[in-house]
């Protein structure tokens, strides 16, 4: 239903693709942003915990909508702070599409709460 578009002579980047296509109708599913937080609604310590808890989120509300990681075509990812890019990636390591969707990462003030380090918002497409 995807794929990933790579303009000729753009380098080879293992994190994002710079565009995805969506080739036929589909079901289309926007994600709101997914915090890290665990079930108990406390956020999780530290930006690999939060990370793991915001891509179970993510997987989650995929799942309810009968969609996985591979359907995902756009993620945006916020962070609070650039030190925590590789806490990040190494969280996320293997358990985000591959290839690599549309991807944006911004570095932020805050999110809606001082104990929020990151929040991802996706859009599927099947």
């Given at each position: ?7 000729p002579?753009f380098?080879?980047n ?5 565009g995805?296509?969506?080739e ?7 994600v ?5 937080v665990?079930p108990?609604g ?10 793991s ?11 309810a ?7 995902i075509?756009?993620l ?7 030190a925590?890019?590789?806490?990040f ?10 290839p690599?969707?549309?991807t944006t ?8 709460s ?13």
């Open positions: 239903m995807s794929r990933a578009i790579i303009p002579g380098p080879p293992p994190f994002l693709s710079p995805t296509l969506v036929s109708p589909s079901r289309t599913l926007y709101s942003g997914q915090v890290g665990g108990g406390k956020p999780a310590e530290g930006i690999g915990a939060q990370a808890a915001a891509i179970g989120n993510l997987n989650a509300v995929l799942a909508a009968g969609m996985s990681t591979a359907d075509v756009k945006t990812i916020y962070l609070t702070d650039e925590s890019i590789p806490g990636i190494e969280a996320a390591a293997g358990t985000l599409p591959s690599p969707p549309a990462m911004l570095i932020v003030k805050a999110l809606a001082p104990a929020l380090l990151i929040e991802i918002e996706a859009i599927a497409a099947s």
